[in-house]
Every structure is written in C-alpha cells, then in structure tokens.
C-alpha cells in the first residue's frame, strides 16, 4: 500500500524512478563460499551434475567445487568425466579447471582416449585454459578431435591445436591439413539463402597451419573462393598480405585476372588494397576495362586510383569509361571526372 500511494504521487517525467523505489523479489545470490559449513551431502551434489535443469547443475557445480579439497575434487571430476556428456561435462570441466592445471590436463586426456560424446568439446577447452603442452598427449587428443563426427568438438580441437602451432611444427601441420581435408568433405553445407550456419572446424584449422607454415599462393585462391565465408575473409587476408610482400605473386595475379581465373569480388578487394604492382603489372590489368564481363569492369575501377595511375591517366580512362553500356559503371566514371 505504501509503495502504491508513492506511485500516485511521482509526476510523470520521474515515472522510472519507481524501479529504484520496487521492492526486491530476487532470492540473493547463493555464496558458495559457505558450502563448507553447510554440511552438503557429496553424493548428493554430484548426481546433481546429471540433473535436466542447467541452472541446478551450476549451482551442483559451484557447491561441489567448494566442498572438496583437492583429493576429493579429482576423483569426483575423474567420475564425471568418464560417465557424463553434454552439460555435465562442461560443468565439469568448470571443476576440473579448479584444480592445478597438470591435474586437470591429466584428467581430460585420460576421458580423451575413450570414445567421444557430446560435451567432449569442453574437455579441449579445458586443456586450452590450463595450456596443456604435453606433446605426446595432445597429438593422440587432438587425432581423435579433430576427426571427431561431431563439429562442436572439432572446432574445441582445433582451438587447442592453436597453442601448439609454432613455424617448425611440422608433424602438427599435417594433422592439421589432413583433418582440413577431411572436414572439407564431411562438413555440413553452407546455407546459400540463409539459415543458421553449421559449426566446422576449418577457419581455426587454417589460423593454425598459417601459424606453422606460411600458405603458399596457389592455396590462398581456393581459400579465396571457399563456400564458407570465414575461410574466404582468412583467405583473402592471407593473400593481401602476400601480393603485398611477393612480385612473383603479382604478376601471378595478373595474369590470372586478365585470363579469367580471379573473381571479379576478389580484383575489387585488390585493388581496392593498393598492392604495389608495378607498371607492366598495371598495364595487364588495364585490359580488365574492357572485358566482357561488367562486374569484372566494374571491379577494374579500382585501378583508377594514384597508387596505379597518374592524375592524367585516371581522368582519359575514366572519360572512356563514360561509353561503357553499365549504367552503374557510367556514373562512377561521371562521378571521378566531376
């Protein structure tokens, strides 16, 4: 009733300031702090961790961690770890992570050389938090992850392959091409139209052989062109960066724009990135402007720009593009000479 009589006072432009005056209805926070003194049931709290509600099994997790020394606590996670999947494994790999992290990476490779099931990906993240960098162990796991049949672990793996992959890493490279590979093939399709796009492991697979070995020229075009969106932006990156650096690559590029081999999205992109072609590279990719294709010629006017043409060059060119039959390459070419 007071609270009642106090919103019939407030005017109208101090009407948000009732949420301050409301009263609380939110049970406080749980302090798992006291979990000690309350005399819990172990048991009790760890068959918790197989319960339906996400938000018991939290609370499971945070009591347990709590109650337990360190003893206690690994063998409770070794159980969790060998019998459960899905949500019990990540709240798991919460409690995992209390302990000290060779304890922990020792535990999660021990489930790793058992099947993998749903919630396994957990198990990787947990080795990626405490930088498990036992060699030996991490190839078996990651062997078994990254051919895992279920995305979500895949991409945990390939994560955890990310702390390892370091230029001389050779034998890890070819796990890593080998499972790109495989995953190219096994992978669900890339909605084209929309939709939700499914997990794959091959944009942290690439980040990770990048990482080891530099990718070479003719692998950056088919990332360039890759279905997957991520692969293509990695690619594409890669590839700027190498024009940028290699002139055997450059005059590569030209050619292979000239002849129909390049995208006219991937010569847009580019140009638009001022590689330092040199002038015979330039005068091979002038021949864009008069290409059959209009989105090619289109993506040709990123050439008039000073880091490729003179002012007077750029202004005759761009005159000769104003004959052009696209409407849309018309008024670009009005709008440069203006």
């Not at 063998?75 to 990540?90: I, P, W």
């Not at 058992?114 to 991490?138: Q, S």
Request: net charge negative.
């Amino acid at each position: 009733r007071t609270f009642l009589n106090t919103v019939r006072t407030i005017p109208d432009d101090r009407i948000f300031e009732l949420f301050d005056l409301a009263p609380l209805v939110d049970a406080p926070a749980p302090d798992s702090a006291q979990a000690k003194q309350l005399g819990l049931d172990p048991a009790k709290l760890e068959a918790a961790f197989y319960h339906g509600s996400e938000w018991l099994v939290k609370l499971a997790a945070s009591l347990l961690a709590e109650s337990l020394d360190s003893e206690a606590l690994r063998a409770v996670t070794a159980r969790l770890f060998a019998q459960g999947r899905g949500f019990t494994l990540q709240a798991a790999a919460g409690v995992a992570a209390r302990l000290a992290p060779g304890v922990a990476a020792e535990l999660a490779y021990e489930r790793l050389r058992a099947p993998l099931v749903p919630g396994c990906e957990h198990l990787y993240a947990l080795l990626t938090y405490v930088k498990a960098l036992n060699e030996e162990e991490a190839t078996a796991a990651l062997r078994a992850g990254l051919h895992s049949r279920y995305a979500r672990i895949a991409v945990a793996a390939a994560d955890f392959a990310l702390i390892h992959a370091k230029p001389g890493a050779e034998s890890l490279y070819s796990l890593l091409r080998e499972a790109y590979a495989h995953w190219q093939q096994h992978e669900e399709p890339y909605p084209t139209k929309g939709g939700v796009i499914p997990p794959s492991p091959r944009e942290k697979l690439l980040l990770g052989m990048a990482a080891i070995r530099p990718p070479e020229y003719r692998d950056l075009l088919r990332y360039v062109e890759d279905p997957r969106s991520d692969i293509r932006e990695i690619g594409t990156n890669a590839l700027l960066a190498h024009l940028t650096k290699s002139s055997e690559a450059r005059c590569l590029f030209a050619d292979s724009a000239v002849a129909g081999k390049v995208s006219p999205h991937l010569i847009g992109r580019v140009l638009k990135a001022k590689i330092p072609f040199d002038q015979s590279e330039i005068k091979t990719l002038g021949a864009l402007f008069m290409n059959q294709d209009s989105k090619v010629r289109y993506a040709a006017l990123g050439l008039l720009d000073r880091a490729y043409l003179s002012q007077e060059d750029m202004q005759a060119q761009a005159r000769a593009m104003t004959q052009d039959t696209e409407q849309e390459i018309r008024d670009v070419a009005y709008r440069f000479i203006d």
